[in-house]
């Protein structure tokens, strides 16, 4: 068996309001009138309402003291300078995120494997040797990490920690999903920036996975599933550049999506021999707006099964790989005294969809 025990997530500092960032963004592409309209359509229309980052600058006036400077002539943040700030904040994110989850469950030196995942950053040494050191986790501890796979990163971790436990006796899995999208902020005005800008926040989520733990409120991971919508390859993007990381994010995602997701959780309902009715509740990564409508009008299913999902975006917006954990967590709490049937849901590039079912006794 393996057996999600405990989730936890951290945040960092700064908490932007959507309007302020919104103001942020106008003052920053310096639009013209038809332009700033649209961009303010899309932000009412959003679904968010407070998104986090480690940096101040998205809810204050343009100067050349933050990260994104006011002056033309003064050069955007290189990609080095990025990751240096990834490298200092990701790992306390990490730390608070795996220390809550741990907490009054096992000691770090209990763990014995360790999944990292980040598409926002990279380096080696990396975040799991960093998180090995200031843990004090034992030097013979399996780890690996997951890199550059994006908002569905996190279920191809649990997937990992899942063949663990079932082949491995004693396993304490911590997986920890580390992103800090908003260091990759570009300032040329286009319609993939302008979506990145729009959705993407930064957030931790810290799963313990384990097959010799017994603890209330627990759920058990059953089955993934997973698809490649090859149609959708360069709808969703994610590449480095000298400049940051470049996202590419087409309109067409919701369209593509709404065309296979029918057949996507049929398939993964039928490898558990479930139906749509069996579903208790419904965790979708809440990658959009659009994209949470489109499975609910596809999938007939109701407000209330998606209100966990359009929480979190509302109070996070999309922080890619940690989002979906975020949304698990929510609905762990929610199940604590009550039986459960859960399928997740998670998108990314490819176009990918990867898909898991737990349960809860």
């Not at 968010?48 to 943040?77: K, M």
């Not at 950053?121 to 040797?129: I, T």
């Not at 917006?317 to 698990?328: E, F």
Request: charged fraction near 20%; glycine fraction near 6%; aromatic fraction near 8%.
């Amino acid at each position: 068996m393996a057996d999600i025990i405990s989730i936890a997530t951290a945040e960092p500092k700064y908490r932007h309001l959507q309007a302020d960032i919104h103001s942020f963004m106008q003052q920053t592409y310096q639009l013209d009138a038809i332009n700033k309209r649209k961009l303010k359509f899309l932000y009412d229309h959003s679904g968010i309402n407070t998104r986090y980052s480690v940096i101040p600058d998205y809810n204050t006036a343009l100067s050349n003291d933050g990260f994104i400077p006011a002056d033309e002539s003064t050069p955007f943040p290189s990609l080095e300078q990025r990751m240096v700030i990834f490298d200092q904040e990701a790992l306390e994110l990490s730390v608070t995120a795996v220390n809550k989850c741990i907490d009054g469950i096992i000691d770090p030196q209990q763990i014995t494997h360790l999944i990292t995942i980040s598409c926002t950053g990279m380096s080696a040494p990396g975040l799991d040797l960093q998180l090995m050191q200031q843990l004090s986790l034992p030097a013979t501890i399996f780890r690996t990490s997951i890199n550059f796979m994006g908002c569905y990163a996190a279920i191809h971790g649990l997937k990992i920690a899942k063949m663990i436990c079932d082949s491995t006796p004693g396993s304490n899995v911590v997986v920890v999903a580390t992103e800090l999208c908003t260091l990759h902020f570009q300032k040329e005005f286009t319609e993939d920036n302008a979506a990145s800008s729009l959705l993407f926040a930064d957030g931790a989520a810290a799963v313990l996975v384990s097959n010799c733990i017994q603890q209330k409120g627990m759920l058990t991971l059953k089955n993934f599933y997973a698809q490649v919508a090859e149609k959708g390859q360069k709808d969703m993007a994610w590449k480095l550049s000298s400049k940051g990381f470049l996202m590419t994010l087409s309109s067409y995602i919701p369209q593509l999506i709404e065309s296979d997701v029918e057949e996507l959780i049929g398939n993964a309902l039928a490898a558990n021999a479930l139906s749509v009715a069996d579903i208790t509740h419904w965790c979708i990564h809440p990658g959009g707006k659009r994209i949470l409508d489109v499975i609910q009008r596809k999938m007939k299913i109701s407000d209330d099964d998606l209100q966990y999902a359009r929480k979190i975006l509302s109070e996070h917006g999309n922080m890619s790989s940690p989002t979906v954990l975020y949304v698990l967590k929510e609905i762990m709490e929610a199940v604590a005294q009550q039986p459960a049937t859960i399928i997740g849901m998670a998108f990314g590039p490819g176009l990918t969809m990867e898909t898991f079912t737990v349960q809860k006794n």
